[in-house]
């Protein structure tokens, strides 16, 4: 496929790039050494650092020939809090941390990017790098706007793109609309009474009860939502208890909920509360709900999303760049970005079967230029006068 030139030269150095920042994970609002790394390249190849921006944050700005629009790049930088079981020679070297869903490569093909605009300022306006902390949950794009992101560096337009090891090799996918799901995280507390697991009359056993809560909260989406409502409740933690003859005093369930429409939304949080009132009234306990709305729907630009896969088409070929049928209900930040800039935000399909976020995650390396051709492009194209 056709890559830049002057990309595919330097590319056995972003794969230098990448296996360092695999082998060195970092959690999100924790990216001291990733970023550092960043704004040291970044400085280097003459593009004007910011740092700071959202704790770890970075942000870079490049100016073309003069005048002309302003273009925002991002990837993101952090890591999960997984134990690497890849068996790959540059293997996280951090127990319990893992590029398992390949920011690591996000941020090597942005810094691509970069490097070859740097050199060769062929555009008019002005490209923003955006290299942001925490995007697994934790905030970062908040965290980054909060801090005047765009106040400081207006955009015209921004782009962002993920690795997809489910998808075609090379193709590029690109959802208009609403494209990724808004995410709740919530924690159910459970507040019970313990005593001897001997003497289960003198307890109210939590464990119990939450059995039954989790059951109870299977029946909101088969229940009480429009089948044709695209939805998700998941619970994936309970936690209580410590020893086999001890009935704990305190059951904490844990999980998500995945939507677009915004009432339906409200629709579940409503029916959670009521069904923990419920069988808190009926087992005379105290459950506490605790839920935090972590992401927006992601929305892409109608008019922006064929600007990204035209781009795209010029390096994977104009049959690869295509726009995308369904929605997906897992969750992205970059939507908090797209509701205050316009943009679009793509897939770039590569030669890897295991999924994101498990560990032993593959990315085939092959993707560093595509992906640093496709944000090179876009700013050739974009920033214009
Ligand atoms: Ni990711």
Same mark, same amino acid.
């Given at each position: 496929m056709p890559i830049i030139d002057r990309i595919a030269d330097f590319a056995g150095e972003l794969t230098s790039i990448r296996r360092d920042f695999h082998e060195h994970p970092e959690l999100g609002m924790e990216e &001291?050494?990733?970023? $550092?790394?960043?704004? /040291?390249?970044?400085?280097?190849? @003459?593009v004007e650092v910011h740092t700071g921006i959202g704790k770890t944050g970075v942000v870079g700005v490049l100016k073309g020939k003069g005048g002309g629009r302003t273009i925002g790049l991002r990837a993101d930088m952090d890591a999960?809090?997984?134990?690497?079981?890849?068996?790959?020679?540059?293997?996280? %070297?951090?127990? @319990?941390?893992m590029h398992a869903c390949g920011h690591d490569a996000h941020t090597t093909m942005l810094l691509g990017a970069a490097r070859?605009?740097?050199?060769? /300022?062929?555009f008019a306006g002005t490209a923003v790098f955006i290299f942001q902390p925490a995007e697994e949950g934790l905030g970062g794009a908040r965290a980054m706007l909060a801090d005047d992101l765009f106040t400081r560096f207006p955009c015209d337009e921004i782009y962002g793109m993920h690795n997809n090891p489910n998808g075609a090799p090379g193709h &590029? !996918?690109?959802?208009? $609309?609403?494209?990724?799901? !808004?995410?709740?995280?919530?924690?159910?507390?459970? +507040?019970?009474? !313990?005593?001897?697991?001997?003497?289960?009359?003198a307890s109210k056993d939590p464990i119990v009860i939450a059995a039954s809560l989790v059951a109870q909260l299977q029946t909101i989406v088969s229940r009480n939502i429009k089948p044709t409502e695209p939805i998700v409740l998941s619970v994936t933690q309970i936690?209580? !208890?410590?020893?086999?003859? &001890?009935?704990?005093?305190?059951?904490?369930?844990? $999980?998500?909920? +995945?939507?677009?429409?915004?009432e339906t939304a409200d629709? #579940? +949080?409503?029916? *959670?509360?009521?069904l923990c009132a419920g069988i808190a009234s009926a087992y005379n306990v105290e459950i506490e709900f605790?839920? +935090?709305? *972590?992401?927006?729907?992601?929305?892409?630009?109608?008019?922006?999303?064929? &600007?990204?896969?035209?781009a795209a088409g010029e390096i994977v070929g104009s049959e690869n760049a295509t726009v995308t049928e369904t929605v997906k209900m897992g969750s992205e930040d970059f939507s908090d970005m797209l509701r205050a800039v316009p943009g679009a935000y793509c897939t770039v399909g590569h030669e890897g079967t295991i999924p994101l976020h498990n560990d032993a995650f593959y990315l085939d390396e092959s993707?560093?230029? #595509? $992906?640093?051709?496709?944000?090179? %492009?876009?700013?050739? /194209?974009?920033?214009?006068?």
């Open positions: &001291v050494r990733t970023s $550092g790394i960043v704004a /040291r390249l970044l400085t280097e190849w @003459g999960l809090p997984i134990d690497e079981r890849s068996n790959l020679p540059f293997a996280s %070297k951090t127990p @319990g941390v070859y605009l740097a050199e060769t /300022r062929d &590029v !996918g690109v959802k208009p $609309g609403q494209a990724m799901a !808004g995410a709740d995280f919530f924690d159910i507390h459970v +507040r019970a009474f !313990g005593s001897h697991a001997a003497m289960p009359q936690h209580a !208890g410590s020893a086999y003859n &001890v009935i704990p005093s305190v059951c904490t369930i844990s $999980g998500t909920m +995945r939507y677009f429409d915004p629709l #579940v +949080r409503q029916r *959670i509360r009521e605790d839920n +935090r709305e *972590i992401f927006d729907v992601l929305v892409n630009d109608a008019a922006l999303s064929d &600007v990204m896969l035209e993707i560093l230029p #595509v $992906g640093a051709s496709i944000y090179a %492009k876009l700013i050739e /194209r974009r920033a214009t006068a």
